[in-house]
């Protein structure tokens, strides 16, 4: 599901549904950086059938038992010598920046030399704006930046994907496709990558952190931490699913549990003592300038 937002989208315009169908040009792609987010993407492509796994490879700095665990897992190429690796690199369609931000600006000046205009670069480092990449590869190569969530690793992600001008529709689509295959993707011009940051990136530890104190309010009043653990998480499953199934807003839903004196009344009382709403939305929004801050700090530090 890609959730798209008109403005700033330049050349990606008019761009179809059908994803798989700009994939059957069979696009190579090279990770570069071999961590949990690339690997969950890995494994969301060819599971997905999106891409055949020989279509795909991986690359590290050093690690090679990180390496061979993933072709022994998924039947991807690996690379260990830097001839193998220069090759790799220079014959994708697709190179996919998925280094740790610390070791981004000399990982991707290392690489420059290899790239070329007719690829596309995917990044998935945090706060490396499109500018900054493109100074650092010292050319204006298309350049997709993205923000996946933790729960890309389980097939229900979100991510923010912001495109470069030079991202042509064809490579727009495989993009799209890639990102797809684990999860729902939201295409936005790239200042809005923070506050989506703030929403969809950070937000999977707010309810965990919500949930923890549910689970740690049902022992306290008796229950097992295993049978608070269950009743919190299918809770929240729930509650999510009837949003989804039936459309309604969160206030509705709210709403219609909510019975005037009732016990609901009472501990939604509560959080409206601690002013909960503000409180929710004023980390949402602080998350968004940290982002934002962390951001200009990598720029900084780079350029």
């Known amino acids: 599901m890609t959730i798209r ?61 990180r390496l061979n665990e993933l072709q022994q897992k998924y039947g991807v190429q690996v690379g260990y010598e830097e001839q193998t690796k220069h090759k790799l690199l220079k014959e994708a369609n697709i190179v996919v920046l998925a280094m740790k931000p610390k070791d981004a600006g000399n990982a991707i000046k290392a690489v420059a030399p290899l790239l070329h205009a007719g690829q596309t670069i995917v990044s998935l480092i945090a706060g490396l704006s499109i500018a900054t990449i493109q100074a650092l590869l010292g050319q204006s190569l298309p350049i997709a930046r993205t923000m996946p969530n933790t729960s890309s690793s389980i097939g229900l992600g979100v991510t923010g994907l912001s495109f470069s001008d030079e991202v042509n529709e064809q490579a727009t689509e495989q993009i799209l496709a890639i990102f797809e295959a684990v999860g729902m993707v939201a295409v936005i011009p790239e200042e809005k990558l923070d506050i989506l940051t703030g929403i969809s990136g950070s937000g999977p530890a707010y309810i965990y952190y919500m949930m923890e104190a549910m689970i740690a309010a049902g022992v306290e009043g008796g229950l097992s931490p295993d049978q608070a653990r269950q009743l919190t998480v299918q809770t929240v499953k729930g509650a999510a699913e009837m949003m989804l199934h039936t459309g309604e807003e969160p206030a509705k839903l709210r709403k219609d549990i909510t019975s005037p004196n009732g016990s609901t009344q009472a501990a939604l009382a509560v959080l409206d003592q601690g002013d909960f709403t503000n409180t929710v939305k004023a980390a949402v929004h602080r998350c968004a300038a940290r982002s934002h801050e962390m951001g200009e700090a990598v720029k900084t530090s780079l350029l």
């Not at 071999?34 to 020989?54: F, K, P, T």
């Open 5 to 65: 937002d008109n403005e700033n989208l330049g050349n990606q315009k008019n761009v179809g549904n059908n994803v798989n169908v700009a994939m059957n040009t069979s696009p190579t792609i090279c990770f570069y950086g071999a961590g949990s987010m690339a690997e969950a993407i890995v494994r969301g492509l060819i599971h997905n059938q999106v891409v055949d796994a020989g279509q795909i490879s991986m690359l590290n700095r050093s690690n090679e038992t």
